[in-house]
């Protein structure tokens, strides 16, 4: 091919592109206009965690040309940080960002969306999410909730908890007062620990007066912003409870049905790149932190091997049970599984080992 010929292409193909992205744009700010109330689950002062609905919305603003706006409302400025499916459900808000977790008394199924103990990685979930139907399965799920939801953003796992004293058995679990959610919380209790879940910013107090000796919360760069670090030294990994941490930005269902396609495709990309920008940066600002409270006196420590194993025994007693309990729970669960089991085929030949 000629040079003329090869930059003629080139001229041709980036006008193509600017043209489809100008008219995707267009398209966007000619639709309907998107206000929406946003109340989150967590502050988004929180990296990773937090911050990531504040860039979904700007590239929504930006993207429509301010068409699509969502306003987004610190935890419990709105909504209290556990309520935000109900305030979605009976439409007192159009959306709300959050881990669904927080959701299992009402939908048992919904950790298994959220974190799985010795479930999936990351980027394992984000492929049977996307390609594996977990989407599909979970707008099944909370379709009788008056609710669609979307896979905004995902970090990676958290750590095992803040514990005053050292943990070297399971044995050292019972009678322990606890902050841990999901399911990993009802293995925590099975062991004899006496669990309570509380939001982000209930559990620096409740260790500070005594009311707990432990807590989980997330991950270093996160944990950090809470201050665990000036009660509890003892820094547990890994964090076997949440191998991987999903926010969803849930949209009242009467709401997401009235959108137009130009602005549902908007908000479903806007919260796919969140999803990379949540990993991105949930990684990156880790080893900061874990510098800072070396620093700071904290030890950082692994759970022997052993009680790693037999936190797993009991997870798989605790996810049999639930599942015997509700048939959603072991249609996600069996989905993940199957999912899991095939994709070894790939993972453990195709990555390096991780002790290389």
Known sequence: MKKSDFTQRFKLTALALGTALALSSAAVSAADPVHWKV??????????????????????????????????????????PFSILDAV????????????????????????????????EPWEFTAWWYEGGGDKLMEEVYAPHNTHPI???????????????????????????????????????????SVTVLPAGEIFPALEKGALDATEFSMPAIDEKLG?????????????????????????????????KANKAAIETAC????MRGLSKGEFVQVAAMKNFAAKGVTARVLPEKMLRELEKVTNEVLAEESGKDPAFKKVLDSQRAFEKSYKAWKDKAYMPRNW
């Open 272 to 275: 796919t790149a969140g999803v």
């Open 228 to 260: 665990f670090d000036k009660i509890a030294k003892n820094y547990y990994f890994p964090g076997w409870h949440q191998v991987y941490t999903a926010e969803h930005l849930l949209v009242n269902l009467d709401v997401w049905k009235k959108l137009d």
């Open 39 to 80: 109340p989150v689950g967590f502050a988004t002062t929180l990296p990773g965690l937090g911050d990531t609905i504040l860039y979904v919305a700007k590239q929504l603003e930006d993207m429509s040309g301010g068409s699509i706006q969502l306003k987004i409302f610190e935890p419990g400025k709105l909504v209290p």
């Open 151 to 193: 896979l905004c953003s995902i970090i990676g796992p958290e750590a095992a908890g803040w514990f005053r004293k050292e943990i070297k058995s399971v044995d050292d679990l019972k009678g322990l007062k606890i902050r841990f959610a999901g399911l990993g919380g009802k293995v925590m209790q099975k062991l004899g620990a």
């Open 89 to 120: 459900k009976d439409k007192k808000v159009e959306a709300g960002y959050t881990w669904v977790g927080y959701d299992q008394g009402k939908i048992p199924s919904s950790p298994l969306f959220a974190a799985a103990p010795f479930g999936l």
